[in-house]
């Protein structure tokens, strides 16, 4: 039995020992002697929610099919061990061999919200790796970065050695051999960065140079070595059906967030909704096989024994062979009382028909997320669903049963007025005047509408990159604004409207477009003691306060203000297939209200196409040269 | 069909909960495609219910619970099976048959029938403790012979002081440590039979806290490593080993 890196007085006295003590089902331990690279997979959040997160699984899975590669994961001790740890110098360690962290060859960090940043800096310094990639010796180990937020790694920049642009399933394999390569010839620690940053994808940030306008906006940004190239190009794994996909994820012993079998459907969206990050980030969708996709969904049930399996993908309802597939995990999965749970369907007669054989009507609710309350609102978003979607939707729903209906929002869009906000409030009563159409005796109790809303945060690699974000204090007009317009409704007993403060919203708005100057402020942030950000009992606003008037950060420079169109943005060096001009192209239609076809009706040509498969070969008979 | 399933749960799995134990054996039970009996309803839960739970950080080789399943190969299928998924930590020991309830009486829950329990407290030999190995021993013996054991217990409706002497069954010096329990270089094992369930559950913590106090040494629960070694239900007058009962 692995001995721990923790004592038994230790692990007794903090909150759920589990999360430290690895040995879960399917981990992987590998004997030593036939290792030559150590790699730690991090996910810089507490156990429960790094360890349900798919990109883990796949990328933990990769790593341990590599000959002589043993992956293995680390999450943020919670602060009671924190604490411990600082007090009495214990060094932070991986799960499944409870080794130091300091002595692996690879330290890779998953980058999935920016308000995980200061987590990051705990996570190197419980390690003992110094903080700053440019002051690593020789031993420390090369710290990568990916996820969504590696599309603007600026803010970060500083922390890692490397950041992997894309989709972790294609050129690790070449990483891990040059790193052989390099090691076999006594190369240093540069030498092998500069063999990395020759590899599609990869981003050194030491070998960058930025330059700014007085304005404080970036003036150049160029190569200061040879190996790198001045433009990156992200990642795609093309055939999604033949890559690695864990037949046999860890099951964790704690009860985790999502305690189930994940079975991601298709990458990308054809929807081209303006404010989605990850619907432009991840272009082209590209389609499981759905032969693939049943044999996995089998092999994960019998392997970790979970009794729910999720699909995950950005819009489910637009996988093709979606009916095929949810129809044989129904049939498959009915003895062996699995749940079935289907996130982001459009609601339709076979939506509703799905849901009720998969779930208890009378205790489950319809979702709906227009994000915009009027129509033209929602045309400058570009949201394909419309007011009678939603009723009839509603309504269809009513007639099957359901009672509860939950609408979600945001505040703070583009061109948007008060006209528009107290249309979601009018939506809200459409629906529930749409359920007292219904005669008294056929109805099923109250109707419960419930609208939430969240704040509209602008990210790079959308048409609204360019846009200023709303302040605080009209954030917060906005939310009492839409409450009392709710008070008037007719329903207004039916309607409950939820909303989330502010705080984290405009920190995230600083780093989601932020740049390089502000690894000071995560730094000095960090040192005052700010981690687990995310999470509202932890979240400390004075100390941010504070660091951020030491450090000067201009709020209006970063998050208030309207972009130049041809302004060079801290992540234009990144291609991530979509254009900029496309981009600009769609803000401008946007603001003329006009939408604009999703991928399959019609190509909008915006880039993606150059790699070579899923939807832009489907729906365009041509050639490559007609691209742009 | 009722199976009783006896298991241990040892070394760094230790620091599983109850809960954690339960969700970890209803996965694999599914892994190891056994023919459970689900309840009904849009949520089904596998029927099973568990004896006297184990502290949190205490190893054992004398758990049990109970399983309803439709139908089944043979125990040992059951127990082959079931093993094969066990991680290092968890071990499948015994599988037994449950003999049908008659018709109309009720089912005995498992919970129920416990009466008491062996453990060894395993003494982990620190270097600082303020007694030797054999000073230990001597004060303990004299200790366990009091007619007097007086401790305080805490319970959901306060603190209650009992005497602990009449609920210890049996204390042995001479029985080893098993392949199961934690190593400690110049430790020491001390095997108890205490009484246990609904009523009069005394815990092996109780026992050395009385002692401590007893001493006038400070308690240190670190001090201490405790195993279950079994469980026992009584059986005309006498303590049968729970998976014997129904032999
Ligand atoms: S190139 Fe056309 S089809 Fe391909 S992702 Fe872009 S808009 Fe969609």
Redo the contacts with the bound molecule.
């Keep these: 039995m692995q001995k721990l890196a923790l004592s038994d007085e230790i692990l007794m006295n903090i909150e759920k020992p589990v999360r430290y003590i690895g040995g879960e089902v399917n981990s992987i331990v590998k004997p030593k002697d036939q290792v030559d690279v150590r790699f730690c997979m991090c996910f810089p959040d507490v156990y429960e929610i790094g360890m349900s997160h798919l990109g883990i699984q796949i990328l933990y899975d990769m790593f341990n099919k590599f000959d002589g590669v043993w992956c293995e994961r680390v999450y943020s001790p919670w602060p009671d061990l924190d604490r411990i740890m600082r007090e009495k110098h214990i060094p932070l360690f991986a799960l499944e061999s409870q080794d130091r962290i300091k002595d692996f060859d690879f330290l890779g960090i998953t980058l999935q919200y920016e308000m995980c940043y200061t987590n990051i800096l705990q996570v190197l310094d419980l390690s003992g790796i110094p903080l700053i990639a440019s002051e690593r010796g020789e031993e420390d180990p090369i710290v990568i970065g990916g996820g969504p937020c590696a599309y603007n790694p600026e803010p970060i920049a500083d922390f890692f050695d490397f950041f992997y642009i894309g989709e972790g399933e294609t050129v690790y394999q070449d990483i891990i051999n040059l790193y052989r390569k390099n090691r076999d010839k006594g190369g240093t620690r540069r030498e092998f960065l500069e063999m990395v940053a020759e590899v599609e994808g990869m981003y050194v940030p030491m070998f960058y140079d930025v330059d700014y306008n007085e304005d404080q906006t970036i003036k150049s940004f160029t190569p200061n070595n040879p190996h790198a190239p001045a433009r990156i190009r992200k990642q795609v794994e093309m055939k999604l059906s033949e890559t690695y996909y864990p037949d046999s994820p860890v099951v964790p012993f704690l009860q985790v967030v999502q305690d189930k079998v994940t079975l991601e459907i298709q990458r990308g969206c054809?929807r081209g909704c303006r404010f989605c990050q990850a619907g432009m980030l991840y272009?082209?969708?590209r389609e499981r096989d759905v032969e693939f996709l049943k044999q996995q969904a089998v092999k994960m049930i019998k392997n970790t024994g979970h009794e729910e399996i999720t699909l995950s993908s950005l819009s489910s309802s637009d996988y093709k062979a979606l009916p095929e597939l949810v129809y044989f995990l129904i049939d498959h999965f009915k003895e062996l009382k699995v749940n079935i749970s289907l996130p982001s369907l459009r609601i339709d007669a076979f939506a509703l028909d799905v849901m009720s054989k998969v779930q208890d009507i009378k205790k489950s609710s319809l979702t709906f997320a227009p994000e915009a309350g009027s129509q033209r609102l929602r045309n400058v978003i570009n949201k394909g669903l419309t007011e009678e979607n939603i009723l009839k939707g509603s309504m269809d729903a009513f007639k099957g049963g359901w009672n509860n209906v939950k609408l979600y929002f945001m505040l703070g869009l583009p061109t948007e007025t008060e006209e528009d906000i107290e249309q979601i409030a009018v939506l809200a009563d459409k629906v529930a005047r749409e359920y007292y159409e219904i005669p008294k005796e056929q109805r099923n109790g109250r109707v419960q509408i419930t609208p939430s809303t969240s704040f509209f945060v602008p990210k790079p690699f959308t048409p609204f990159q360019w846009v200023a974000m709303n302040r605080e204090e009209q954030f917060r007009e906005k939310a009492r604004f839409l409450k009392a317009k709710v008070a008037e409704q007719l329903n207004a007993r039916s309607i409950h409207y939820k909303w989330h403060d502010s705080d984290l919203t405009i920190l995230e708005g600083i780093f989601a477009r932020g740049d390089r100057r502000l690894s000071k402020l995560l730094l000095n942030v960090y040192k005052k003691g700010a981690i687990f950000d995310a999470w509202t009992d932890q979240f400390k606003k004075e100390l941010w306060d504070k660091a951020m008037e030491e450090e000067k950060v201009d709020l209006e420079f970063y998050v208030f203000r309207e972009r130049d169109k041809d302004e060079i943005f801290p992540w234009d060096f990144l291609d991530a297939g979509i254009t900029k001009e496309f981009l600009w192209r769609e803000y401008q239609t946007g603001l003329n209200e006009k939408v604009t076809p999703n991928?399959r009706k019609g190509?909008?040509?915006?880039?993606?196409?150059e790699f070579h498969g899923?939807?832009?070969y489907e729906?365009?008979n041509v050639s490559g040269d007609e691209v742009q | 069909m009722t199976l009783r399933i006896k298991f241990a749960k040892y070394g760094n799995l230790k620091f599983l909960s109850h809960l954690d134990v339960m969700r970890f054996f209803q996965k694999a039970i599914r892994r190891a495609e056994i023919d459970v009996k689900y309840s009904e309803g849009y949520h089904p839960h596998q029927l099973m219910s568990f004896a006297a739970p184990l502290g949190v950080g205490q190893t054992s080789e004398g758990e049990y619970f109970d399983l309803e399943v439709n139908s089944m190969i043979s125990t040992d299928d059951i127990l082959t099976r079931l093993d094969a998924q066990m991680p290092e930590g968890f071990k499948v020991l015994h599988v037994s048959l449950l003999p049908p309830t008659p018709p109309q009486t009720r089912k005995e829950s498992l919970m129920a029938l416990v009466k008491a329990s062996d453990y060894l407290v395993l003494r982990k030999g620190l270097a600082h403790l303020p007694l030797t190995n054999e000073e230990f021993l001597g004060k303990f013996s004299e200790f366990v012979k009091e007619p007097e054991i007086l401790a305080v217990k805490t319970t959901k409706v306060g603190d209650t002081e009992i005497n602990l002497a009449p609920f210890i069954y049996d204390v042995k010096y001479d029985v080893p440590p098993t392949e199961l329990t934690e190593k400690y270089d110049n430790g020491l094992c001390i095997y108890v039979k205490l009484c246990a369930g609904n009523e009069n559950h005394i815990r092996p913590e109780l026992l050395m806290k009385a002692f401590h106090s007893y001493t006038g040494i400070e308690y240190d629960q670190y001090e201490y490593q405790v195993h279950r070694l079994e469980a026992y239900a009584l059986k005309d007058e006498e303590l049968i080993p729970i998976y014997k009962f129904h032999e």
Excluded: D, H, L
């Design positions: 054809i272009r082209p969708i991928c190509c909008a040509r915006c880039g993606a196409f899923g939807i832009c729906t365009r």
